[in-house]
Structures are given as structure tokens and as C-alpha cells.
């Protein structure tokens, strides 16, 4: 069993940066491929980044490939999504999950665990 607790959302101006952490627990946080996913209000939830199980491999949805990047850090557990020239489409509930892959899924499907989520807002 993985638990999963997203941090760091809140308000941001449009050009703003947030990074975002999700803390997992567990010993075996490295067996897991790690993702990001966003949900804004009346969408369906939508695949933003993933990382593989070492952190040697990255992969990026094409809205936010170049300003968000997506980190683990295995020792403490901890994945993070740092955004950068946020744009207020970015609004939304981001998601941390977590999938036993080596370079994890672009699906939502493939997740076994979830996190709370985080909102994360940007005006204008």
C-alpha cells in the first residue's frame, strides 16, 4: 500500500511558477514509476507528466512540455512538479499516482494509487 500527499498549490499570476510535491510513504517509493495528472472543473482529468522508477527517464504532455519538469528525489520519497510560465489553462486540481512500471503510463488507468490532489490556480 502507497500513500500519496500532494503540497504545495495555491494562487499564482499568469507567468508565475509553483512547484509541487507529493510525498509518498512506504519503503519501496523506488519500485514505483511516479505520474502527474490535472483536473480542471467540467473536464475529464488530463496526463501532465510521469517519471520512471530510477528518475533517468521523463516524459512530458505536449500542453506543458518546456515549462513544467517533473523530479524524484528516491531517498526522500518525494516526487515534485516545478511549473514555470504558468498560463491560467494550467488551473486546475493536480494529482500525484503512483504505478509498479518501470517508466509508469501516460493513462490514468494504469495508476494503482492517487493522492488528494492540490489546486492549483492562476489569474490573469
Known amino acids: 500500500q502507497v500513500q500519496l500527499v500532494e503540497s504545495g498549490g495555491g494562487l499564482v499570476q499568469a507567468g508565475g511558477s509553483l512547484r509541487l510535491s507529493c510525498a509518498t510513504s512506504?519503503?519501496?517509493?523506488?519500485?514505483?514509476?511516479m505520474g502527474w495528472f490535472r483536473q480542471a472543473p467540467g473536464k475529464e482529468r488530463e496526463y501532465v507528466a510521469r517519471?520512471?522508477?530510477?528518475?533517468?527517464?521523463?516524459y512530458y504532455a505536449d500542453s506543458i512540455k518546456g515549462r513544467f519538469t517533473i523530479s524524484r528525489d528516491n531517498a526522500k520519497n518525494t516526487v515534485y512538479l516545478q511549473m514555470n510560465s504558468l498560463k491560467t489553462e494550467d488551473t486546475a486540481v493536480y494529482y500525484c499516482?503512483?504505478?509498479?512500471?518501470?517508466?509508469?503510463?501516460?493513462?490514468?488507468?494504469?495508476?494503482?494509487?492517487w493522492g488528494q490532489g492540490t489546486q492549483v490556480t492562476v489569474s490573469t
Open positions: 499516482a503512483a504505478v509498479s512500471r518501470t517508466a509508469g503510463s501516460s493513462s490514468a488507468r494504469a495508476y494503482d494509487y
Open positions: 512506504g519503503r519501496t517509493f523506488s519500485s514505483y514509476a
Open positions: 517519471i520512471s522508477r530510477s528518475g533517468g527517464h521523463t
